[in-house]
């Protein structure tokens, strides 16, 4: 684990130590659970109260917060503050350049020699791994896949044929990239697959997490734009267009050949059907339903979708229905009749 000064530290976070500016600083914790020499982080007075109350010895805090008992940090964001620090004190594994004795390789694959291809793994004809790569272990890249500089794949994670990953690319365990697109067509009595014959497509910087389904184009590509970031158990049919920076967060469906824009965020289990058009810096809620194309900086709830402040009068309608159903009856035993 790193040690470093508070002076260090506020450097790396462009921010201004009120304290002792040679207190070494060995961990980073939690308020809850930190201990003497541990670096925490307060990003409002609740969160401040009990950093000044733990056993850190510093905190990374707001500009404005007051001088206390403790070393401060003051930076302009705390929570982006945070994310930089823990990876100084938490660094990333390192994976020394090589292919493990265990790994199968094709004789055309291209593998720069910076790259470290771990056990088990598999690397099909034709292949291209950019620098830095990594395989960690039990990884399949299909022939004529092509990953880029820095991509991380993280154990039994499979890439189909002719794939192509950006540099920075990084995928967690159990996915599966370039699978066959549902598409069947009923001829006569039975279900006929149509053939999946296109590709996936996955820009730089680009996060995926454990156990998503990306499926290859029918006959074009799958595309996920840069900097979009997939939580687990997501599904990503086949021509799905995702745009860049984008969030989809646990166990989102997104039908055949619906087009996402940039900045899109959806919540946990939203389902979007086919065809759709998503635009630019659109929310969709938790659980909703999308069956209608959303205009862009639109926020949209509820199953199916309609647009924020719409569900929300619905909502509140529906919790009144009780009393109204009460008034209604009230009425019909004065007027000793049914209320049409």
């Known amino acids: 684990m790193a040690s470093i000064t508070t002076a260090e530290i506020a450097k790396l976070l462009a921010g201004e130590v009120v304290g002792d500016e040679h207190a070494t600083l060995t961990g980073f914790a939690p308020a809850a659970q930190a201990k003497p020499g541990d670096l925490t982080f307060a990003e409002n007075d609740e969160y401040f109260a009990a950093a000044e109350n733990s056993a850190a010895?510093?905190?990374?805090?707001?500009?404005?917060?007051?001088?206390?008992?403790?070393?401060?940090?003051?930076?302009?964001?705390?929570?982006?503050?945070?994310?930089?620090?823990?990876?100084?004190?938490f660094p990333e594994p390192k994976f020394s350049p090589g292919i493990h004795p265990s790994a199968v390789i094709a004789a055309s694959a291209q593998i720069d020699p910076t790259a470290h291809v771990g056990p088990h793994c598999h690397v099909g004809e034709r292949v291209k791994l950019g620098a830095n790569c990594v395989l960690?272990?039990?990884?399949?890249?299909?022939?004529?896949?092509v990953l880029g500089a820095d991509t991380n794949l993280f154990p039994s994670v499979t890439i189909y044929p002719r794939s192509q990953l950006g540099a920075r690319v990084r995928v967690h365990s159990g996915t599966v990239i370039g699978s066959d697109g549902f598409g069947y067509v009923l001829d006569g009595a039975f279900h006929r697959k149509v053939p999946q014959i296109g590709i996936v497509i996955i820009g730089d910087d680009v996060e995926i997490g454990a156990n998503v389904t990306i499926d290859r184009g029918a006959l074009?590509?799958?595309?996920?734009?840069?900097?979009?970031?997939?939580?687990?158990?997501?599904?990503i049919a086949h021509n799905?267009?995702?745009?860049?920076?984008?969030?989809?967060?646990?166990?989102?469906?997104?039908?055949g050949s619906a087009k996402l824009g940039n900045y899109v965020v959806l919540a946990g289990q939203v389902g979007i059907a086919g065809h759709l058009k998503i635009g630019n810096q659109v929310t969709v809620g938790s659980k909703a339903g999308v069956m209608h194309n959303i205009p862009d900086g639109e926020t949209w709830l509820g199953t199916p979708a309609q647009p924020d402040k719409q569900t929300k009068r619905i909502v509140i309608a529906?919790?009144?229905l009780p009393d109204l159903l009460?008034?209604?009856?009230?009425?019909?035993k004065k007027l000793g009749g049914t209320i049409e």
Request: proline content about 2%; charged content about 20%; glycine content about 12%.
């Open 57 to 89: 010895t510093a905190i990374i805090t707001g500009k404005n917060s007051p001088a206390g008992k403790k070393i401060l940090i003051r930076v302009a964001n705390p929570r982006i503050a945070f994310a930089r620090a823990v990876g100084v004190f």
């Open 136 to 145: 960690q272990s039990n990884n399949s890249v299909g022939a004529d896949s």
């Open 220 to 235: 074009g590509a799958t595309s996920i734009g840069k900097g979009t970031k997939i939580d687990n158990q997501v599904h």
């Open 240 to 255: 799905v267009e995702i745009g860049e920076h984008s969030i989809l967060c646990g166990q989102v469906g997104i039908a």
């Open 318 to 320: 529906i919790q009144r």
């Open 326 to 332: 009460k008034k209604v009856a009230a009425w019909e």
